[in-house]
């Protein structure tokens, strides 16, 4: 076994697992192959970079995806760090600048004692760990073929859609109003609002526009929390009311006037030059992009920064192959971590990163490693990933419903969150000090 640990893929998930280990005095290989080989997704040769969203999910006090984030704070996330850094306004969510993002996290890496970036691209799992896969869903063909000899499995997969961006200089912001649902927090987010005949003109565009074609051996199989909008019409013409297009908690700031929907924008950049469309997953056409999408009130002569597109993200089947760990039950040593391990979200996919790096990190130096307890959000995740029933097994985003504690019991939703919130903190505490010591704050 090598005293040095290997990372491929300088992902979120790969990014923060080589911060870790770095931080804890081991020497870190980490290669991307960016620019090298490019993704169908990614736009720059930056570590970390985001691609679907710019925001990393509720930040506010008792959610689990804030509870996720204050346990990587505890650890003092890399990337976690970076976001609160580079935020933009975006009510009750926490998100961020991405060129800013990405641009600290790599002059992070590149500048830690501990770290090597490499930018070239590897095809071969190496057969000596320990090394961490943190290639995420967009890993290379070559690669991917060398995992799935690996671990003896086929891929899973589904297709994860990302919304357009549009130049926030071409809106119309007379027919729109700035409000967040309920009043929470700062007005940050544009809201463009339907009336009920405006509302069913788009559902209608949305369901015959032209669609980009699956190839011919595809299944569509898509995420559920990032489905585009056009399927999600599909399903209903109400669908997009009760769902990405709800209007409940939003009244015009002047004439509290109530709307039959409303499209929702959020802020792309800390200038507020560009804004992304909220739920807007697509894989309409460009052209079809263009043409249904100036159809939202504000919206008709917007210019597009980015288009909507749709690609293929995989991952293994986790719980068939990976111990508690996070490394292979054949196969010690080798870790997986991020979103190819079936977790979905980019807060979730650190998380991972973070947990991998500090079992390698034991194993290079000989010391016991103990998993994080259940009732953290940590161990929640890491206990679905590795031991749900193999056969119903589905990318998962951070969930109370994860959460297997006596606190679930409590009726008021906001009361039982909270005690949850409080005891997983509490567990985490205790935890660090017996695998984090002289590191904890």
Same mark, same amino acid.
């Given at each position: 076994?090598?005293?040095?640990?290997?990372?491929?893929?300088?992902?979120?998930?790969?990014?923060?697992?080589?911060?870790?280990?770095?931080?804890?005095?081991?020497?870190?290989?980490?290669?991307?192959?960016?620019?090298?080989?490019?993704?169908?997704?990614?736009?720059?040769?930056?570590?970390?970079? &985001?691609? @679907?969203?710019? $925001?990393? *999910?509720?930040?506010? /006090?008792?959610?689990?995806?804030?509870?996720?984030? #204050?346990?990587?704070?505890?650890?003092?996330?890399?990337?976690?760090?970076?976001?609160?850094?580079?935020?933009?306004?975006?009510?009750?969510?926490?998100?961020?600048?991405?060129?800013?993002?990405?641009?600290?996290?790599?002059?992070?890496?590149?500048?830690?004692?501990?770290?090597?970036?490499?930018?070239?691209?590897?095809?071969?799992?190496?057969?000596?760990?320990?090394?961490?896969?943190?290639?995420?869903?967009?890993?290379?063909?070559?690669?991917?073929?060398?995992?799935?000899?690996?671990?003896?499995?086929?891929?899973?997969?589904?297709?994860?859609?990302?919304?357009?961006?549009?130049?926030?200089?071409?809106?119309?912001?007379?027919?729109?109003?700035?409000?967040?649902?309920?009043?929470?927090?700062?007005?940050?987010? &544009?809201? @463009?609002?339907? $009336?009920? *005949?405006?509302?069913? /003109?788009?559902?209608?565009?949305?369901?015959?526009? #032209?669609?980009?074609?699956?190839?011919?051996?595809?299944?569509?199989?898509?995420?559920?929390?990032?489905?585009?909008?056009?399927?999600?019409?599909?399903?209903?013409?109400?669908?997009?009311?009760?769902?990405?297009?709800?209007?409940?908690?939003?009244?015009?700031?002047?004439?509290?006037?109530?709307?039959?929907?409303?499209?929702?924008?959020?802020?792309?950049?800390?200038?507020?030059?560009?804004?992304?469309?909220?739920?807007?997953?697509?894989?309409?056409?460009?052209?079809?992009?263009?043409?249904?999408?100036?159809?939202?009130?504000?919206?008709?002569?917007?210019?597009?920064?980015?288009?909507?597109?749709?690609?293929?993200?995989?991952?293994?089947?986790?719980?068939?192959?990976?111990?508690?760990?996070?490394?292979?039950?054949?196969?010690?040593?080798?870790?997986?971590?991020?979103?190819?391990?079936?977790?979905?979200?980019?807060?979730?996919?650190?998380?991972?990163?973070?947990?991998?790096?500090?079992?390698?990190?034991?194993?290079?130096?000989?010391?016991?490693?103990?998993?994080?307890?259940?009732?953290?959000?940590?161990?929640?995740?890491?206990?679905?990933?590795?031991?749900?029933?193999?056969?119903?097994?589905?990318?998962?985003?951070?969930?109370?419903?994860?959460?297997?504690?006596?606190?679930?019991?409590?009726?008021?939703?906001?009361?039982?969150?909270?005690?949850?919130?409080?005891?997983?903190?509490?567990?985490?505490?205790?935890?660090?000090?017996?695998?984090?010591?002289?590191?904890?704050?």
């Amino acid at each position: 076994m090598r005293d040095y640990l290997t990372i491929l893929g300088a992902g979120l998930a790969g990014s923060e697992a080589a911060w870790q280990a770095a931080e804890r005095g081991v020497c870190v290989v980490l290669y991307e192959m960016r620019p090298v080989k490019p993704t169908p997704a990614h736009k720059t040769d930056h570590c970390a970079e &985001l691609v @679907c969203s710019n $925001s990393l *999910g509720n930040n506010q /006090s008792p959610s689990a995806p804030y509870l996720l984030k #204050e346990e990587l704070r505890k650890f003092n996330s890399l990337v976690i760090d970076a976001g609160d850094t580079h935020a933009v306004p975006a009510g009750a969510a926490l998100a961020v600048d991405r060129e800013l993002f990405s641009k600290k996290i790599t002059e992070q890496l590149l500048k830690h004692p501990n770290i090597t970036l490499i930018r070239e691209e590897v095809t071969e799992i190496p057969s000596e760990g320990p090394v961490i896969v943190a290639t995420g869903p967009l890993t290379s063909p070559r690669l991917s073929e060398s995992i799935s000899r690996l671990i003896g499995q086929e891929y899973l997969y589904f297709y994860d859609a990302i919304s357009p961006i549009v130049d926030a200089n071409t809106i119309n912001y007379d027919k729109t109003f700035f409000a967040s649902r309920y009043d929470k927090g700062t007005d940050d987010y &544009l809201n @463009c609002p339907l $009336s009920e *005949g405006q509302y069913y /003109s788009l559902v209608n565009e949305l369901k015959n526009g #032209e669609k980009v074609p699956f190839k011919s051996f595809e299944k569509p199989i898509y995420f559920e929390g990032c489905m585009p909008v056009e399927e999600l019409a599909m399903r209903g013409d109400k669908t997009l009311a009760f769902g990405p297009l709800k209007p409940v908690g939003l009244l015009h700031p002047e004439t509290r006037e109530k709307f039959y929907a409303i499209v929702q924008l959020r802020h792309e950049n800390k200038e507020g030059t560009a804004f992304n469309l909220v739920g807007f997953q697509t894989k309409l056409t460009y052209p079809e992009q263009k043409r249904v999408i100036r159809l939202i009130p504000g919206l008709e002569n917007v210019e597009f920064f980015r288009f909507g597109a749709i690609h293929r993200n995989t991952y293994i089947n986790a719980p068939d192959v990976l111990s508690c760990e996070l490394d292979l039950k054949k196969n010690s040593g080798i870790y997986f971590a991020g979103q190819i391990i079936g977790v979905e979200g980019y807060v979730e996919s650190v998380s991972m990163g973070l947990l991998a790096a500090l079992s390698a990190v034991k194993r290079i130096k000989g010391e016991v490693y103990s998993t994080p307890p259940v009732d953290t959000a940590l161990g929640s995740l890491l206990k679905y990933v590795t031991e749900t029933r193999r056969q119903s097994f589905q990318p998962m985003n951070i969930n109370y419903g994860l959460f297997q504690v006596q606190e679930m019991k409590i009726r008021n939703k906001r009361e039982r969150n909270k005690k949850i919130e409080l005891k997983a903190l509490d567990s985490l505490a205790q935890w660090m000090e017996t695998i984090n010591g002289e590191l904890v704050k």
